[in-house]
C-alpha cells in the first residue's frame, strides 16, 4: 500500500507532466514485520523519515544520538513499537558501552538491522582545511560508523541472526574529493565493500545508500514545500522519504541478493554531473 505525503514537488524538467505538482508515495506495510532496526541519528533529517518508514512497515524501531529530548519528541513523532537510547558514536569507547546498555534494557529483545545514519560535516575545503575539523569528522563518521558496524557484526555472528548494516554515506563520496566530508563519505563506501565481502558467509547484508542533495529540516522548512533544485539534472532535491523507502527495501527480504553495493539516490548530482558544486 502506498500512503502519500502531502509535499509539493514542483515538475520543472520533464515535458511530460501535467500537472505543475506531484506527491512523493512512501511505502507501507508488514514487510519489516517481526525485525528490529537500531537507526544512528534518528532524532531528525533522513534518520527520522527511515525511523518511520520502518515503523510503517511493522518493525521494532529504535533511535539513537546525542541529545535525549529530541528523540523523545522524534519517539512520539514515529509512533508504533518505537524506542529511544543515547548513543554517541564520536566516541568508540563509550558508545560499545551504549551499545550494551541498549542490548541489555530494549523490550525488543534482539535488534536485526544497524542502520548507519549519524554523520557530521563541517569544515572548509582543500587547500583550507583546518586539521580538528577534519579530525572530528573523520572520528565520527568513519572512526564511529566502523566502530559500530564491528561491534553490531559481532553481536549478530554471536546470536546467530542474519541480518543487515546499511549505511548511509552521500554522493560526495562519488566526487573528487575536496573537503573532510567527502573523504570521509568515500571512506564509507569503501567499507562497505569491505564489511560485505567479510560478514555475507555469516548471512549479514550490507549495503550502501548515497543521497544526493536532499530537502529535510530547515532547508525544506526555507523553500516552503517548494522542491526545485536548478542544479539538478532532474530538477529537484531528493526527499527524506524517497531515501527511507530504499532503506526499507534494501533491509528487507527482498533485498538479501543485493551486497555490498552503493545505491545513489541524487536525480542525476554527482553521478550524471559534477555541476552542482565548486571546485
Known amino acids: 500500500m502506498l500512503g502519500k ?135 565520527t563518521n568513519v572512526i564511529g560508523t566502523y566502530t559500530l558496524s564491528e561491534v553490531f557484526a559481532k553481536y549478530l555472528i554471536s546470536n546467530h541472526i542474519c541480518g543487515n548494516i546499511l549505511n548511509i554515506a552521500s554522493v560526495s563520496g562519488n566526487r573528487p574529493a575536496i573537503s573532510p566530508y567527502m573523504v570521509s563519505k568515500w571512506s564509507e563506501m569503501g567499507f562497505t565493500k569491505g564489511f560485505a565481502k567479510s560478514l555475507i558467509k555469516h548471512g549479514i547484508v550490507v549495503n550502501c545508500i548515497a543521497p544526493g542533495p536532499t530537502a529535510s529540516g530547515m532547508l525544506l522548512e526555507k523553500s516552503g514545500g517548494d522542491l526545485s533544485y536548478d542544479k539538478s539534472p532532474s530538477g529537484r532535491y531528493v526527499t527524506a522519504e524517497e531515501i527511507a523507502n530504499l532503506a526499507v527495501f534494501l533491509t528487507s527480504s527482498m533485498g538479501r541478493m543485493i551486497v555490498g553495493e552503493t545505491i545513489y539516490i541524487t536525480g542525476g548530482c554527482g553521478t550524471l554531473t559534477f555541476d552542482d558544486i565548486e571546485y
Do not use: H, W
Open 5 to 139: 505525503v502531502k509535499r509539493k514537488i514542483r515538475k520543472a524538467v520533464s515535458k511530460c507532466a501535467k500537472t505543475e505538482y506531484v506527491t512523493v508515495p512512501v511505502s507501507q506495510g508488514d514487510i519489516l514485520k517481526g525485525k528490529t532496526v537500531l537507526i544512528t541519528g534518528g532524532g531528525s533529517g533522513i534518520g527520522l523519515s527511515i525511523a518511520k518508514a520502518c515503523a510503517a512497515n511493522k518493525a521494532n524501531v529504535i533511535i539513537c544520538g546525542r541529545t535525549m529530548s529530541k528523540l523523545e519528541e522524534a519517539r512520539t513523532a514515529i509512533g508504533g513499537n518505537t524506542e529511544a537510547f543515547n548513543l554517541d558514536i564520536s566516541d568508540s569507547d563509550k558508545m560499545r558501552d551504549g551499545f550494551e546498555s541498549i542490548i541489555n534494557n530494549t523490550k525488543f529483545g534482539k535488534i536485526d538491522i544497524l542502520i548507519n545514519n549519524a554523520g557530521i560535516s563541517k569544515g572548509e575545503p582543500f587547500p583550507n582545511t583546518n586539521a580538528d575539523d577534519l579530525k572530528e569528522v573523520i572520528k
